[in-house]
């Protein structure tokens, strides 16, 4: 099956900071999707991107479908952005998801 | 607008004991997904209704698990003689066919 991987898998920042997160996949797909998930366990929807670039607010994504990976962007971090990053891929059916990148946003 | 809701939220339960989980999903999804996440791990597919018809299951879904969708609304996941593996979060999902799926809060599953 379908192979996710993300990076890096921890990520410390300081508040006012920028980061990039990476998600590689072994094989072509329909859709991909972002999360974060809260300290609740809730996994909010971030981005719907199989393939382009969009942006909403502070965070912004890029997937390159031809070269199998997907790149999510956050500027000026908050520590409310602190909790899991997901990228998660399929078909047109189930999600595989990735292991998650853990964020620290400090004050 | 209400997303997908799960109930219970949290669920203590002893070993060998059956227990029942509920999802509503989003009113017009015609989809409906299970998925099962362990500590530290990323959300994993258990299985999928179109409507009413279960279209995929996953081998992680063993003879002790049962969904249902009867009539294309809400879905129940049933796991009987719980054992201590199963404890995990239980998360359901939403989408149109060939869309973006959305969550639910999860029921939290914990066998003594």
């Known amino acids: 099956g379908i192979q996710v991987e993300q990076s890096p898998p921890d990520l410390i920042l300081q508040e006012g900071a920028n980061s990039t997160l990476r998600c590689n996949f072994s094989d072509s797909v329909n859709n991909l999707q972002w999360f974060h998930q809260n300290p609740w366990g809730q996994l909010i929807n971030l981005f719907y991107?199989?393939?382009g670039t969009k942006q909403n607010g502070r965070l912004s994504a890029t997937t390159v479908a031809t070269e199998r990976y997907s790149l999510l962007y956050i500027s000026s971090s908050q520590t409310t952005d602190s909790g899991v990053y997901f990228c998660?891929?399929?078909?047109?059916?189930?999600?595989?998801f990735g292991t998650g990148t853990r964020l620290l946003v400090s004050p | 607008d209400t997303g997908v809701s799960q109930d219970p939220r949290h669920k203590i339960t002893k070993r060998g004991q059956n227990v029942t989980f509920r999802c509503d999903p989003i009113?017009?999804?015609?989809?409906l997904y299970w998925y099962r996440q362990t500590l530290g791990q990323g959300p994993e597919f258990l299985t999928y209704f179109q409507n009413e018809a279960q279209l995929e299951k996953s081998r992680l879904l063993s003879d002790r698990f049962s969904a249902e969708r009867p009539k294309g609304s809400f879905s129940t996941l049933e796991i009987q003689r719980t054992e201590q593996g199963d404890s995990a979060m239980y998360l359901c999902?939403?989408?149109?066919?060939?869309?973006?799926?959305?969550f639910g809060p999860g029921t939290r599953l914990t066998v003594l």
């Open positions: 009113s017009e999804h015609n989809r």
């Open positions: 999902a939403s989408s149109l066919v060939i869309d973006e799926q959305f």
């Open positions: 998660a891929v399929g078909g047109f059916q189930k999600l595989v």
């Open positions: 991107i199989p393939s």
